[in-house]
Protein backbone atom coordinates (compact mmCIF):
# COMPACT_ATOMS: atom_id res chain seq x y z
CA UNK A 1 0.00 0.00 0.00
CA UNK A 2 1.30 3.37 -1.25
CA UNK A 3 0.17 6.96 0.38
CA UNK A 4 0.46 10.18 -1.61
CA UNK A 5 0.42 12.66 0.67
CA UNK A 6 -0.84 15.94 0.33
CA UNK A 7 0.66 17.79 3.19
CA UNK A 8 -0.37 21.10 4.32
CA UNK A 9 0.00 23.21 7.52
CA UNK A 10 -3.26 25.49 8.55
CA UNK A 11 -2.09 28.44 10.78
CA UNK A 12 -4.99 31.05 10.50
CA UNK A 13 -4.50 32.86 13.85
CA UNK A 14 -1.65 31.74 16.21
CA UNK A 15 -4.07 31.75 19.11
CA UNK A 16 -6.74 29.60 17.34
CA UNK A 17 -4.23 26.97 17.38
CA UNK A 18 -0.49 27.51 19.20
CA UNK A 19 -0.10 28.84 23.18
CA UNK A 20 3.47 30.63 22.68
CA UNK A 21 6.43 30.73 24.91
CA UNK A 22 8.83 33.29 24.31
CA UNK A 23 12.24 34.01 26.60
CA UNK A 24 14.78 34.88 22.94
CA UNK A 25 15.02 33.90 19.60
CA UNK A 26 16.92 30.65 20.18
CA UNK A 27 14.06 29.40 22.55
CA UNK A 28 11.09 30.17 21.52
CA UNK A 29 8.28 27.01 21.22
CA UNK A 30 4.68 26.81 20.28
CA UNK A 31 2.55 24.37 21.49
CA UNK A 32 -0.61 22.97 20.05
CA UNK A 33 -2.15 21.20 16.59
CA UNK A 34 -2.14 21.12 13.43
CA UNK A 35 -4.42 20.08 10.16
CA UNK A 36 -3.27 17.12 7.79
CA UNK A 37 -4.99 16.25 4.77
CA UNK A 38 -3.81 13.35 2.41
CA UNK A 39 -4.89 10.85 -0.38
CA UNK A 40 -4.34 7.17 0.52
CA UNK A 41 -3.54 5.08 -2.08
CA UNK A 42 -2.19 1.26 -2.85
CA UNK A 43 1.25 0.74 -4.10
CA UNK A 44 -0.77 0.87 -8.13
CA UNK A 45 -1.66 4.11 -6.94
CA UNK A 46 -5.37 3.22 -6.90
CA UNK A 47 -7.82 4.91 -4.16
CA UNK A 48 -8.44 2.56 -1.11
CA UNK A 49 -12.02 1.63 -1.03
CA UNK A 50 -14.12 4.28 1.00
CA UNK A 51 -14.28 3.69 4.62
CA UNK A 52 -12.52 4.13 7.85
CA UNK A 53 -9.29 3.53 8.35
CA UNK A 54 -6.67 3.55 11.35
CA UNK A 55 -3.73 5.78 11.02
CA UNK A 56 -0.67 6.02 13.78
CA UNK A 57 0.72 9.33 13.43
CA UNK A 58 4.16 10.04 15.46
CA UNK A 59 6.12 13.42 15.07
CA UNK A 60 10.29 12.98 15.35
CA UNK A 61 12.47 15.80 15.88
CA UNK A 62 14.64 14.99 12.07
CA UNK A 63 16.85 12.22 12.24
CA UNK A 64 15.70 10.94 16.04
CA UNK A 65 14.25 7.51 16.35
CA UNK A 66 12.17 8.86 19.25
CA UNK A 67 8.35 10.37 18.55
CA UNK A 68 7.61 13.74 20.48
CA UNK A 69 3.80 12.95 19.69
CA UNK A 70 2.36 9.24 18.93
CA UNK A 71 -1.45 9.24 18.23
CA UNK A 72 -4.47 6.94 16.55
CA UNK A 73 -6.84 8.55 14.29
CA UNK A 74 -9.82 6.91 12.62
CA UNK A 75 -10.27 8.88 9.59
CA UNK A 76 -13.09 7.93 6.69
CA UNK A 77 -11.70 8.34 3.00
CA UNK A 78 -13.35 8.84 -0.36
CA UNK A 79 -11.25 8.25 -3.11
CA UNK A 80 -8.81 7.97 -0.85
CA UNK A 81 -8.95 11.66 0.45
CA UNK A 82 -8.74 11.91 3.96
CA UNK A 83 -8.75 15.04 6.50
CA UNK A 84 -7.16 14.92 10.91
CA UNK A 85 -5.93 16.72 13.49
CA UNK A 86 -2.87 16.22 14.86
CA UNK A 87 -2.20 17.32 18.28
CA UNK A 88 -5.61 17.27 19.75
CA UNK A 89 -5.49 14.06 21.78
CA UNK A 90 -2.03 15.47 23.47
CA UNK A 91 -0.87 19.11 22.29
CA UNK A 92 1.78 19.26 20.21
CA UNK A 93 5.06 20.90 21.39
CA UNK A 94 8.01 22.44 18.85
CA UNK A 95 10.88 24.27 19.11
CA UNK A 96 12.10 27.34 17.28
CA UNK A 97 15.34 25.42 16.15
CA UNK A 98 14.06 22.14 15.49
CA UNK A 99 13.16 20.26 12.32
CA UNK A 100 10.74 17.69 12.62
CA UNK A 101 9.21 14.86 10.31
CA UNK A 102 6.00 13.10 10.13
CA UNK A 103 5.70 8.88 10.37
CA UNK A 104 2.65 7.25 9.62
CA UNK A 105 1.31 3.45 9.67
CA UNK A 106 -1.70 2.45 8.13
CA UNK A 107 -4.34 -0.31 9.85
CA UNK A 108 -1.82 -1.42 11.53
CA UNK A 109 1.19 -2.08 9.24
CA UNK A 110 4.47 -1.03 9.72
CA UNK A 111 5.14 2.84 9.29
CA UNK A 112 5.36 3.93 5.78
CA UNK A 113 8.73 5.23 4.56
CA UNK A 114 10.15 7.80 4.17
CA UNK A 115 9.12 10.16 6.92
CA UNK A 116 7.42 12.88 5.62
CA UNK A 117 9.61 16.40 6.52
CA UNK A 118 7.61 19.27 7.95
CA UNK A 119 10.62 21.71 7.92
CA UNK A 120 8.50 23.77 5.40
CA UNK A 121 5.36 24.12 7.67
CA UNK A 122 6.22 24.01 11.33
CA UNK A 123 9.48 25.90 10.28
CA UNK A 124 7.16 28.65 9.01
CA UNK A 125 5.24 28.90 12.65
CA UNK A 126 8.32 28.57 14.80
CA UNK A 127 10.31 31.48 12.87
CA UNK A 128 7.44 33.51 13.30
CA UNK A 129 7.47 33.29 16.75
CA UNK A 130 11.70 33.39 16.80
CA UNK A 131 11.06 37.16 14.71
CA UNK A 132 8.99 38.09 17.69
CA UNK A 133 10.99 36.80 20.45
CA UNK A 134 12.88 40.47 21.05
CA UNK A 135 9.36 42.23 20.67
CA UNK A 136 7.63 40.10 23.11
CA UNK A 137 11.20 41.19 25.62
CA UNK A 138 10.71 37.20 27.70
CA UNK A 139 6.92 37.83 28.30
CA UNK A 140 4.93 34.41 28.45
CA UNK A 141 1.88 33.81 26.61
CA UNK A 142 -1.66 33.48 29.08
CA UNK A 143 -4.30 31.02 26.94
CA UNK A 144 -7.30 32.11 26.49
CA UNK A 145 -9.68 31.88 29.53
CA UNK A 146 -6.76 31.75 31.57
CA UNK A 147 -5.45 34.99 31.81
CA UNK A 148 -1.91 35.38 34.33
CA UNK A 149 -0.22 38.17 35.54
CA UNK A 150 2.61 39.88 33.69
CA UNK A 151 1.98 37.76 30.59
CA UNK A 152 0.65 38.55 27.28
CA UNK A 153 -3.14 38.11 26.63
CA UNK A 154 -4.10 36.53 22.58
CA UNK A 155 -7.29 36.59 20.77
CA UNK A 156 -9.82 33.62 21.64
CA UNK A 157 -11.77 31.43 18.83
CA UNK A 158 -13.76 34.42 17.93
CA UNK A 159 -11.06 36.83 17.53
CA UNK A 160 -12.07 38.49 20.05
CA UNK A 161 -10.17 39.33 23.83
CA UNK A 162 -11.81 37.12 26.24
CA UNK A 163 -13.96 38.49 28.49
CA UNK A 164 -11.91 36.64 31.38
CA UNK A 165 -9.13 39.03 30.70
CA UNK A 166 -11.69 42.35 31.68
CA UNK A 167 -13.74 41.08 34.44
CA UNK A 168 -13.12 43.49 36.85
CA UNK A 169 -10.83 46.12 34.69
CA UNK A 170 -14.09 46.99 32.42
CA UNK A 171 -17.75 47.05 31.75
CA UNK A 172 -17.93 44.15 28.73
CA UNK A 173 -21.60 44.12 28.24
CA UNK A 174 -24.67 46.51 29.23
CA UNK A 175 -28.04 44.49 29.82
CA UNK A 176 -26.46 41.61 27.79
CA UNK A 177 -25.38 43.28 24.92
CA UNK A 178 -21.58 43.65 24.00
CA UNK A 179 -19.92 46.09 21.47
CA UNK A 180 -21.24 49.07 20.89
CA UNK A 181 -24.04 50.34 23.10
CA UNK A 182 -25.89 53.60 22.65
CA UNK A 183 -28.19 55.11 25.46
CA UNK A 184 -31.09 56.68 24.24
CA UNK A 185 -33.86 58.73 25.96
CA UNK A 186 -37.78 58.95 25.13
CA UNK A 187 -40.37 60.97 26.38
CA UNK A 188 -39.43 63.41 29.00
CA UNK A 189 -36.44 60.74 29.60
CA UNK A 190 -33.16 62.74 28.83
CA UNK A 191 -29.46 61.01 28.48
CA UNK A 192 -26.81 63.73 29.33
CA UNK A 193 -23.20 62.90 29.29
CA UNK A 194 -19.96 64.45 30.90
CA UNK A 195 -16.67 62.91 30.80
CA UNK A 196 -17.35 59.37 32.06
CA UNK A 197 -20.61 59.96 33.67
CA UNK A 198 -24.17 59.47 32.42
CA UNK A 199 -26.78 61.03 33.48
CA UNK A 200 -30.67 60.28 33.33
CA UNK A 201 -32.90 63.15 33.73
CA UNK A 202 -36.71 63.06 32.98
CA UNK A 203 -36.38 66.75 32.44
CA UNK A 204 -33.63 66.74 30.06
CA UNK A 205 -31.08 68.90 31.82
CA UNK A 206 -29.65 66.54 34.04
CA UNK A 207 -29.06 65.90 37.67
CA UNK A 208 -31.19 62.36 38.23
CA UNK A 209 -34.57 62.26 40.00
CA UNK A 210 -38.28 62.72 38.96
CA UNK A 211 -38.95 66.48 38.39
CA UNK A 212 -42.32 68.21 37.87
CA UNK A 213 -43.53 69.16 35.63
CA UNK A 214 -43.89 65.18 34.46
CA UNK A 215 -46.36 64.68 31.82
CA UNK A 216 -46.79 61.18 30.11
CA UNK A 217 -49.65 59.64 27.55
CA UNK A 218 -49.48 56.01 27.70
CA UNK A 219 -51.96 53.43 25.38
CA UNK A 220 -52.39 50.32 27.71
CA UNK A 221 -54.88 47.76 26.95
CA UNK A 222 -54.05 45.92 30.08
CA UNK A 223 -50.97 46.43 33.06
CA UNK A 224 -50.51 49.21 35.13
CA UNK A 225 -48.39 52.65 33.71
CA UNK A 226 -47.44 54.04 36.94
CA UNK A 227 -46.68 51.58 40.52
CA UNK A 228 -44.98 52.17 43.21
CA UNK A 229 -44.20 49.28 45.83
CA UNK A 230 -42.89 50.16 49.70
CA UNK A 231 -42.39 46.60 51.41
CA UNK A 232 -41.34 48.61 54.36
CA UNK A 233 -42.54 51.06 56.34
CA UNK A 234 -42.31 54.40 54.63
CA UNK A 235 -44.68 55.61 52.27
CA UNK A 236 -44.52 54.66 48.63
CA UNK A 237 -45.73 57.81 47.40
CA UNK A 238 -45.64 61.45 48.81
CA UNK A 239 -46.95 63.92 46.78
CA UNK A 240 -46.25 67.62 48.02
CA UNK A 241 -46.92 70.85 46.77
CA UNK A 242 -45.55 74.44 49.03
CA UNK A 243 -47.09 76.73 46.84
CA UNK A 244 -50.89 77.17 45.55
CA UNK A 245 -52.86 75.12 43.84
CA UNK A 246 -53.18 70.78 43.89
CA UNK A 247 -50.49 68.76 44.90
CA UNK A 248 -52.34 65.55 42.88
CA UNK A 249 -54.67 66.12 40.35
CA UNK A 250 -55.93 63.34 39.11
CA UNK A 251 -59.04 62.83 36.20
CA UNK A 252 -60.36 60.22 34.83
CA UNK A 253 -62.39 60.00 31.91
CA UNK A 254 -63.67 55.78 32.20
CA UNK A 255 -62.63 53.85 35.56
CA UNK A 256 -61.40 55.41 39.10
CA UNK A 257 -59.22 58.29 38.46
CA UNK A 258 -56.98 57.24 41.70
CA UNK A 259 -57.71 53.44 42.59
CA UNK A 260 -55.11 52.86 46.47
CA UNK A 261 -55.18 49.35 48.32
CA UNK A 262 -53.94 48.20 51.26
CA UNK A 263 -53.38 44.74 52.83
CA UNK A 264 -52.53 46.35 56.30
CA UNK A 265 -49.80 44.30 56.81
CA UNK A 266 -47.58 47.32 58.08
CA UNK A 267 -48.80 49.33 60.54
CA UNK A 268 -48.69 53.30 60.45
CA UNK A 269 -47.49 52.59 56.38
CA UNK A 270 -49.91 54.45 54.21
CA UNK A 271 -50.39 53.66 50.73
CA UNK A 272 -50.90 56.91 49.55
CA UNK A 273 -49.69 60.31 51.30
CA UNK A 274 -50.58 63.62 49.81
CA UNK A 275 -49.51 67.19 51.61
CA UNK A 276 -50.10 70.43 50.98
CA UNK A 277 -49.25 73.68 52.50
CA UNK A 278 -51.50 75.67 50.75
CA UNK A 279 -54.66 74.76 48.35
CA UNK A 280 -56.28 70.90 47.92
CA UNK A 281 -54.20 68.47 48.77
CA UNK A 282 -56.27 65.60 46.48
CA UNK A 283 -58.68 67.02 43.68
CA UNK A 284 -60.25 63.82 42.08
CA UNK A 285 -62.78 64.60 39.03
CA UNK A 286 -64.22 62.11 36.74
CA UNK A 287 -66.52 62.49 34.33
CA UNK A 288 -68.03 59.49 34.16
CA UNK A 289 -71.43 57.81 35.05
CA UNK A 290 -71.37 55.24 36.67
CA UNK A 291 -67.83 55.07 38.16
CA UNK A 292 -66.15 56.99 41.16
CA UNK A 293 -63.28 59.78 41.13
CA UNK A 294 -61.78 58.49 44.16
CA UNK A 295 -61.84 54.71 44.84
CA UNK A 296 -59.91 53.67 48.78
CA UNK A 297 -60.08 49.65 49.27
CA UNK A 298 -58.74 48.38 52.18
CA UNK A 299 -58.45 44.13 51.73
CA UNK A 300 -57.72 43.83 55.18
CA UNK A 301 -60.15 41.41 56.62
CA UNK A 302 -59.03 42.25 60.15
CA UNK A 303 -62.33 43.59 62.01
CA UNK A 304 -60.37 46.94 62.91
CA UNK A 305 -59.38 47.87 59.50
CA UNK A 306 -59.93 51.54 58.11
CA UNK A 307 -60.73 52.37 54.55
CA UNK A 308 -60.00 56.19 55.51
CA UNK A 309 -59.14 57.92 58.67
CA UNK A 310 -58.18 61.51 58.62
CA UNK A 311 -56.34 63.56 61.59
CA UNK A 312 -56.17 67.23 62.18
CA UNK A 313 -52.77 69.16 63.22
CA UNK A 314 -52.32 67.73 66.29
CA UNK A 315 -53.00 64.13 65.31
CA UNK A 316 -56.31 63.68 66.66
CA UNK A 317 -58.51 61.72 64.56
CA UNK A 318 -61.24 63.77 63.17
CA UNK A 319 -62.72 61.52 60.51
CA UNK A 320 -63.35 57.67 60.34
CA UNK A 321 -64.67 55.26 57.47
CA UNK A 322 -64.04 51.65 58.98
CA UNK A 323 -64.49 48.68 56.41
CA UNK A 324 -67.40 47.83 57.49
CA UNK A 325 -68.70 50.78 56.12
CA UNK A 326 -69.38 52.44 59.84
CA UNK A 327 -68.37 56.41 59.72
CA UNK A 328 -67.23 58.85 62.55
CA UNK A 329 -67.22 62.14 62.66
CA UNK A 330 -65.28 64.11 65.82
CA UNK A 331 -65.21 67.58 65.58
CA UNK A 332 -64.05 70.24 67.85
CA UNK A 333 -66.31 73.25 66.42
CA UNK A 334 -70.01 73.85 65.12
CA UNK A 335 -70.83 72.13 62.21
CA UNK A 336 -69.72 68.68 62.28
CA UNK A 337 -71.13 67.25 59.51
CA UNK A 338 -72.12 70.13 56.73
CA UNK A 339 -74.45 68.50 53.83
CA UNK A 340 -76.16 70.52 51.18
CA UNK A 341 -77.64 69.79 47.43
CA UNK A 342 -79.21 71.66 45.36
CA UNK A 343 -81.73 68.99 44.03
CA UNK A 344 -82.57 65.82 45.70
CA UNK A 345 -82.56 64.71 49.07
CA UNK A 346 -79.07 65.87 51.01
CA UNK A 347 -78.90 63.04 53.43
CA UNK A 348 -80.43 59.95 52.81
CA UNK A 349 -80.40 57.31 55.55
CA UNK A 350 -81.87 53.85 54.95
CA UNK A 351 -81.56 50.49 57.21
CA UNK A 352 -82.87 47.27 56.90
CA UNK A 353 -82.62 46.35 60.34
CA UNK A 354 -85.66 45.09 62.14
CA UNK A 355 -84.43 46.74 65.51
CA UNK A 356 -82.31 49.49 64.57
CA UNK A 357 -82.37 53.15 63.37
CA UNK A 358 -81.88 54.08 60.16
CA UNK A 359 -80.51 57.80 62.05
CA UNK A 360 -79.61 58.12 65.77
CA UNK A 361 -78.20 61.69 66.96
CA UNK A 362 -76.66 61.74 70.12
CA UNK A 363 -75.24 64.37 72.53
CA UNK A 364 -73.18 63.56 75.07
CA UNK A 365 -72.94 66.74 76.93
CA UNK A 366 -75.08 66.93 80.27
CA UNK A 367 -75.24 71.58 80.10
CA UNK A 368 -79.19 71.93 79.80
CA UNK A 369 -79.04 73.94 76.51
CA UNK A 370 -77.64 71.31 74.90
CA UNK A 371 -79.19 69.90 71.62
CA UNK A 372 -79.77 66.95 69.27
CA UNK A 373 -80.85 68.83 66.47
CA UNK A 374 -81.43 72.88 65.23
CA UNK A 375 -82.82 73.26 61.80
CA UNK A 376 -83.04 76.37 59.96
CA UNK A 377 -84.47 77.59 56.79
CA UNK A 378 -82.96 79.59 53.62
CA UNK A 379 -82.65 82.77 56.22
CA UNK A 380 -81.02 80.93 58.93
CA UNK A 381 -84.22 81.13 61.35
CA UNK A 382 -84.84 78.43 63.49
CA UNK A 383 -87.24 76.17 62.35
CA UNK A 384 -86.93 73.49 63.95
CA UNK A 385 -85.26 72.55 67.49
CA UNK A 386 -84.55 69.41 69.50
CA UNK A 387 -83.02 69.72 72.58
CA UNK A 388 -81.18 66.71 74.43
CA UNK A 389 -84.06 66.25 76.80
CA UNK A 390 -86.43 65.90 73.98
CA UNK A 391 -87.88 68.97 74.11
CA UNK A 392 -89.07 69.93 70.35
CA UNK A 393 -89.87 73.03 69.55
CA UNK A 394 -91.37 74.47 65.63
CA UNK A 395 -91.31 77.66 64.16
CA UNK A 396 -93.32 78.32 61.17
CA UNK A 397 -94.40 81.22 59.44
CA UNK A 398 -97.08 79.57 57.51
CA UNK A 399 -99.94 77.48 58.32
CA UNK A 400 -99.99 73.77 59.21
CA UNK A 401 -96.74 74.21 61.05
CA UNK A 402 -97.26 70.81 62.03
CA UNK A 403 -99.39 67.89 60.09
CA UNK A 404 -99.93 64.85 61.57
CA UNK A 405 -101.60 62.33 59.24
CA UNK A 406 -102.69 58.50 59.30
CA UNK A 407 -103.64 55.95 56.61
CA UNK A 408 -104.45 53.69 59.11
CA UNK A 409 -108.08 53.13 59.72
CA UNK A 410 -109.33 53.99 62.54
CA UNK A 411 -106.01 54.89 64.36
CA UNK A 412 -104.76 57.87 66.11
CA UNK A 413 -102.61 60.08 63.65
CA UNK A 414 -101.30 62.09 66.77
CA UNK A 415 -101.16 61.04 70.52
CA UNK A 416 -100.47 63.11 73.11
CA UNK A 417 -99.42 61.46 76.76
CA UNK A 418 -99.82 64.24 79.51
CA UNK A 419 -100.98 67.78 79.30
CA UNK A 420 -101.37 69.79 76.66
CA UNK A 421 -100.80 73.51 76.23
CA UNK A 422 -101.94 76.08 73.90
CA UNK A 423 -99.76 79.17 74.01
CA UNK A 424 -100.86 81.95 71.76
CA UNK A 425 -104.58 81.89 70.56
CA UNK A 426 -105.94 81.61 66.63
CA UNK A 427 -107.57 85.18 67.19
CA UNK A 428 -109.32 86.99 69.81
CA UNK A 429 -112.59 88.87 69.97
CA UNK A 430 -114.58 91.23 72.23
CA UNK A 431 -118.47 91.39 72.77
CA UNK A 432 -118.84 94.92 73.90
CA UNK A 433 -121.38 96.46 76.40
CA UNK A 434 -124.98 95.90 75.88
CA UNK A 435 -124.59 93.40 73.77
CA UNK A 436 -125.24 89.58 73.78
CA UNK A 437 -122.91 88.50 70.50
CA UNK A 438 -120.04 88.62 68.28
CA UNK A 439 -119.39 87.56 65.08
CA UNK A 440 -116.19 86.33 64.13
CA UNK A 441 -114.62 86.01 60.60
CA UNK A 442 -111.97 83.76 59.47
CA UNK A 443 -111.33 81.52 56.63
CA UNK A 444 -109.71 78.55 58.75
CA UNK A 445 -113.56 77.87 60.09
CA UNK A 446 -115.61 75.46 58.64
CA UNK A 447 -119.17 74.34 59.36
CA UNK A 448 -117.26 71.13 61.19
CA UNK A 449 -114.81 73.10 63.02
CA UNK A 450 -114.02 73.13 66.58
CA UNK A 451 -113.87 76.01 68.58
CA UNK A 452 -112.30 76.79 72.01
CA UNK A 453 -113.05 79.87 73.50
CA UNK A 454 -111.83 80.92 77.11
CA UNK A 455 -112.78 84.61 78.57
CA UNK A 456 -109.41 86.50 79.41
CA UNK A 457 -110.41 89.89 80.12
CA UNK A 458 -113.25 92.65 80.66
CA UNK A 459 -114.77 93.42 83.14
CA UNK A 460 -117.50 90.97 83.02
CA UNK A 461 -114.41 87.94 82.92
CA UNK A 462 -116.84 85.28 85.03
CA UNK A 463 -119.26 85.64 82.16
CA UNK A 464 -119.28 81.97 80.09
CA UNK A 465 -119.50 82.13 76.73
CA UNK A 466 -120.86 79.62 73.88
CA UNK A 467 -120.30 78.86 69.96
CA UNK A 468 -124.43 80.41 68.96
CA UNK A 469 -123.31 79.49 65.22
CA UNK A 470 -120.44 78.65 62.59
CA UNK A 471 -120.37 78.21 58.99
CA UNK A 472 -117.49 77.73 56.73
CA UNK A 473 -115.48 81.14 57.20
CA UNK A 474 -117.25 82.33 60.40
CA UNK A 475 -118.73 81.80 63.53
CA UNK A 476 -120.43 83.57 66.28
CA UNK A 477 -119.81 83.80 69.60
CA UNK A 478 -122.10 84.87 72.58
CA UNK A 479 -122.98 84.39 76.33
CA UNK A 480 -125.62 82.04 77.31
CA UNK A 481 -129.23 82.55 76.90
CA UNK A 482 -131.16 84.39 79.63
CA UNK A 483 -127.96 85.98 80.10
CA UNK A 484 -129.05 90.26 80.11
CA UNK A 485 -127.24 92.05 77.90
CA UNK A 486 -123.65 93.13 79.39
CA UNK A 487 -123.17 95.86 81.09
CA UNK A 488 -119.23 95.92 80.15
CA UNK A 489 -117.00 94.59 77.84
CA UNK A 490 -115.90 90.80 78.11
CA UNK A 491 -112.35 89.86 75.67
CA UNK A 492 -111.84 86.30 74.66
CA UNK A 493 -109.75 83.98 72.54
CA UNK A 494 -110.40 81.70 69.81
CA UNK A 495 -108.95 78.43 68.94
CA UNK A 496 -110.01 76.62 65.95
CA UNK A 497 -109.21 72.76 65.48
CA UNK A 498 -110.27 71.54 62.12
CA UNK A 499 -110.99 67.66 61.55
Known sequence: MKIDTIFRISVLFISLYFSLSVYSQTSATAEGQFSLQGKLTTTSGTPVVDGQHTLA???????????????????????????????????????????????????GQSELSPKIALSSALSALTADVALNAEAVDGFSVSLPGSPTA????TLNANAKLDSSILSGSLVTSVNGSTGPVTITGGGDLAVNTTGNTISLSFTGTGGGGLTLPFTQTLNLATG????????????????????????????????????????????GAATIEVSNTAGTAINAVANVAGDAALS???????????????????????????????????ATVDNALNVQTTTGTAINAVTAASADAALTIQNTSVNATAKLM?????T??????????GKTTLNATVADALEVSTSAAGETALK????????????SGTITTGLTQITINN??????????????GGGLAAVPLRIVSQANGSFTAGVFAGVAALTGNVTFNYLIINQ
Open 57 to 107: ISVYAQGSSQAVLTETDVVTTVDGIFSTMVGDNGNLEVNASTEYELGIAVD
Open 150 to 153: NSLV
Open 224 to 267: TGFSLTNTLGGSAATFANTGLGAALNATATTGAAIMASSTGSLT
Open 296 to 330: VQNLSSDASADIIAAVNAGGTAVFDVAASGQTSIS
Open 374 to 378: TAVNS
Open 380 to 389: GATVLDVAAN
Open 416 to 427: VTGGLEFIGAAG
Open 443 to 456: ALVKANSLILLTVN
